[in-house]
């Protein structure tokens, strides 16, 4: 079992960056795929970002595209999701989550452990 945890949120201007880290601990991170997951307040949670196993496939949702970037280093065990550009619509909870499966589709039930959460808030 993987234990994940979240860090890196806080409370940005529009346009601004942020990065968050996703560490693990329990298991090496390289037996996962990765996924950063998002949930705004009376909204379901959603796919933001996925990233395979050794880091060489990413997948990114269309409404952050060309502003989100998923990354991971297996060595340090940790993901990490540049985000740039930000939006008073990024505003969440952000999650990451690890998937046991080789190949993910990234659909929230499918994975199998999820951090706590860090709050992203970015003023207009």
């Known amino acids: 079992q993987v234990q994940l945890v979240e860090s890196g949120g806080g409370l940005v201007q529009a346009g601004g960056s942020l990065r968050l880290s996703c560490a693990a601990s329990?298991?090496?991170?390289?037996?996962?795929?990765m996924g950063w997951f998002r949930q705004a307040p009376g909204k379901e949670r959603e796919f933001v970002a996925g990233i395979s196993r050794s880091g060489g496939s990413t997948r990114h949702a269309d409404s952050v595209k060309g502003r989100f970037t998923i990354s991971r280093d297996n060595a340090k065990n940790t993901v990490y999701l540049q985000m740039n550009n930000l939006k008073p619509e990024d505003t969440a909870v952000y999650y990451c989550?690890?998937?046991?499966?080789?190949?993910?589709?990234?659909?929230?039930?499918?994975?199998?452990?999820w951090g706590k959460g860090t709050l992203v808030t970015v003023s207009s």
């Open positions: 989550a690890a998937d046991r499966a080789l190949y993910s589709t990234y659909a929230p039930h499918g994975m199998d452990y």
């Open positions: 329990g298991r090496t991170l390289d037996n996962y795929v």
